[in-house]
């Protein structure tokens, strides 16, 4: 009897298998490629938004170099990898100091005498860790070389970055998303509407893996034979408009009984505060009641309550405080 295989993630099935099929990095893309022809590669740094293609460029690249050798050539951490400076010191060093020869690999395509060291999300680590892996960067530069990712390079010390070849990678615009997501519906036989696509699209903000792990969710769960607008707002979290005009209607009442109550209301109904922040900052922005100064100050609040947020604070009293400042917004009331 055959069983059911689990379905593999589809952010992984289609996954770039060489850097030709990266969407919309051209300038990357002609970059190591040229890099790739002379094997003449120099460390690298990627950063910019989630989601752009940093770590499937890599990725991609190093199965071209190295073929069936990519297990060997390759060491890859990420953020659920410990990367302190003891990690530096013991893995990442004894990894790059394996010195390797010039092979060839199953395909008889030959493999230049070098190793990989891909460290994903490299803003999470540690100034000392950083600082180590400077050094090994130069002693090991015959054999090895690094790729940092990240999407904060300021994050980064400046002693990498000046070792490294900087590429930053692009947000995707609607059309590349527009055209991957339905290739990928055509290939796994799954209906969506138009506007439902559209929406897909519009709370990805660029970000296709967010977009195809939404889309596979969607399907999934989908009871209709099409995916519909709604099953796309309720899975990605999306608050609807009527929510954020009654939020901002409660602002505009001036009674501070009001916005408590509306609060505690959205607080009890289990919804995002920081979804609220996102969908409000573009509300305000767009608000042409609103002065500069005043989008200005609402904005800066909107900063102060994130960062808060983001650290732990309290949702109440983070987005009470919040509605208080809107409150205050003689255009609002």
Request: overall charge negative; some cysteine.
């Amino acid at each position: 009897m055959k069983t059911d295989k689990p379905d593999k993630p589809w952010v992984e099935k289609y996954r770039p298998k060489c850097i030709s099929n990266v969407a919309h990095q051209d300038e990357v893309v002609a970059c190591l490629k040229q890099s790739f022809i002379s094997q003449e590669l120099p460390n690298l740094l990627f950063y910019g938004p989630p989601g752009t293609g940093k770590t499937s460029t890599i990725l991609a690249l190093a199965r071209e170099l190295f073929g069936d050798m990519f297990r060997e050539r390759v060491l890859e951490l990420n953020a659920s990898d410990e990367r302190g400076i003891n990690v530096v010191r013991e893995k990442i060093k004894n990894f790059s100091q394996i010195s390797v020869s010039s092979s060839v690999n199953v395909n008889g395509e030959k493999c230049p005498p070098l190793k990989i060291v891909i460290l994903d999300e490299a803003d999470s680590m540690t100034g000392a860790a950083q600082a180590a892996l400077r050094r090994i960067m130069e002693k090991e530069c015959k054999s090895t070389r690094f790729c940092l990712i990240c999407n904060y390079v300021t994050k980064i010390i400046e002693p990498l970055t000046s070792r490294c070849a900087k590429f930053r990678f692009k947000p995707l615009p609607t059309e590349v998303l527009t055209d991957k997501l339905k290739e990928i519906c055509q290939k796994e036989n799954v209906n969506i509407d138009e506007e439902a696509l559209k929406t897909l699209i519009d709370v990805s903000d660029g970000d296709m893996r967010k977009a195809i792990t939404t889309l596979q969710t969607a399907a999934r769960m989908s009871s209709c034979p099409s995916i519909s607008n709604q099953e796309v707002i309720d899975i990605a979290g999306v608050l609807k408009d009527e929510v954020i005009s009654e939020f901002m209607a409660a602002c505009a009442s001036g009674s501070h009984d009001v916005i408590q109550q509306h609060v505690k209301d959205f607080i009890l109904d289990g919804k995002s505060v920081l979804q609220l922040l996102f969908q409000l900052h573009d509300n305000v922005v767009s608000n042409d009641s609103l002065s500069d100064q005043q989008k200005s100050i609402i904005c800066e609040k909107m900063g102060i309550v994130d960062k808060c947020l983001m650290e732990g604070a309290d949702e109440y009293l983070q987005l009470l405080d919040l509605a208080s400042v809107l409150m205050e917004s003689s255009s609002i009331r």
